[in-house]
């Protein structure tokens, strides 16, 4: 059976590690996944991403289940590197492309020889905080 | 029954629903929260962490973290920063090893490209936190 429970502070048993529920909130990632950028594009893991799509390569547009409030949430990201020992990956927002529902990434790759290249990455993660609308 | 006792089975429910800040939606508390952390040192000692057992350090730029408490799956997201303590690595990023990936352990490689765009492991500092479903 659901309940409610109006606080304003959390304490551990013993009464210590006060916390007000607001930091429990405001601190509280709103998404997150693992997705696959490779062959078909696909959500492996998620928690309020509805979808991955593909924009070419290196390229994926990123949509939220329930929106945020703004365009000024925080995005963190990872990946991996794919088994290649001689280049480095990354993966960061597309200039101008945040929204409250969605936004666009691109995964890249440098090394000794070649500069930023957009490339496909079998395993891509991203973390979303801020405030739902 | 007091109210403590009462509190004590909270974490027992399925999921706890948060109201949205914009007030038009919920959001699951479970599912926001990180559920590993660390910050670990070159030699992946554990400085400071959550829910982590141990870091192993498998070679230059080649570390690997134990999880205590098992994630559900190995399809949870892994974020990670490196440390940079001075300005002759201009470039530096870590990857994960996502071949490795288990629901007790993951594995990441740190690298950096200096100006005369030479590719190097390298050992630094670990900065992660993990998301995904506990087991």
Known sequence: MASELRVNT????????SIATSVVFGGTAKAWCHFKGT???????SYNFSSVDDDGTGNYGMHFTSNMTNALYAFTAGNTDDGAGSSMYACDIT??????????????????STNRTDVDLTEVYMVIHGDLA | MSFSADLAKFPSATSVTMNSEGGTATTNLQQGLAKVWCFATEAAA????????????????DYSFTIANNMNNATYAILNAVYVDSGTYPVTNQNV??????????????????????????DRKNYHAVFGDLA
């Open chain 1, 10 to 17: 959390l304490k551990d048993a013993s009464g210590n590690n």
């Open chain 1, 39 to 45: 062959e078909t594009e696909a959500l492996l893991d």
């Open chain 1, 95 to 112: 200039e101008n492309t945040m929204a409250t529902a969605n936004f666009d990434v691109e995964t890249f790759y440098v090394n000794s």
């Open chain 2, 46 to 61: 554990l400085t400071d962490s959550f829910n982590m057992t141990s870091g192993l350090d498998n070679g230059t730029g």
């Open chain 2, 97 to 122: 090893a996502g071949d490795a990936t288990t629901t007790t352990l993951y594995r990441v490689h740190h690298a950096w490209v200096d100006t005369g765009n030479s590719f190097e492991d390298l």
